[in-house]
């Protein structure tokens, strides 16, 4: 990517970047599919407009199978906006053109803020509602009921078990939380 096109990405962006590289890489377990859809996907938040496939794929001299591909992931994830246009309406033949909007890649990114939200949430239901146990040698966990069936004793080195106080790590994910909302809120307004 070049400088001039790194310059007119802002951060959300290149967070929104670094989803898509990921979630293609992972999809076709191919690093070099992530790095083309982040190609892919920085052209057209750079372009501002909504192109149809050739026209990306020329215009990154890149092959139409390969362009194809990764706009299908791209589109079952949700990570691209996809618009219809009307190429002969008699016929019903329409022409799809995607593209990245500034305004779709703040609702993506609160969209995921909130999905990490629910994660934490969980978390830190399962930290303040669940009596765990640890081993101090090895560090794993162990619930109340896996540590009396242990007789309070890790299975692995016969460290007796310990219970750790959770308070810490209750205070730290409610404050990650907080912080995380305020953030997806933020996202959230309009024209931000």
């Known amino acids: ?26 999809e076709h377990d191919n690093p070099e599919l992530g790095k083309l859809a982040v190609r892919i996907v920085t052209y057209l938040a750079t372009r501002g407009e909504a192109l149809p496939e050739d026209k990306i794929a020329s215009a990154l001299g890149i092959e139409g199978s390969e362009v194809r591909k990764v706009l299908h992931t791209l589109f079952k994830y949700a990570l691209i906006e996809v618009e219809k246009e009307a ?18 890649v703040r609702r993506i990114t609160a969209s995921r803020v909130r999905m990490v939200i629910d994660v934490l949430k969980e978390c830190l239901q399962e930290l303040a509602s669940t009596a765990y146990y640890v081993c101090p ?50 996202l959230s307004k309009p024209g931000k």
């Open 87 to 104: 190429v002969d309406p008699e016929r019903g033949r329409y022409e799809n053109r995607l593209k990245v909007s500034p305004e779709f």
């Open 1 to 26: 990517m070049s400088t001039q096109k790194a310059q007119k990405l802002d951060v959300l962006t290149k967070i929104f970047l670094n989803l898509v590289d990921r979630l293609v890489s992972f």
């Open 137 to 186: 040698t090895c560090y794993r966990r162990y619930t109340m009921d896996e540590a009396y069936d242990l007789n309070f004793k890790c299975p692995r080195d016969d460290t007796p078990l310990v219970q750790p106080d959770h308070s810490i790590e209750v205070e730290f994910l409610t404050d990650v939380i907080k912080k995380l909302q305020d953030y997806a809120a933020q």
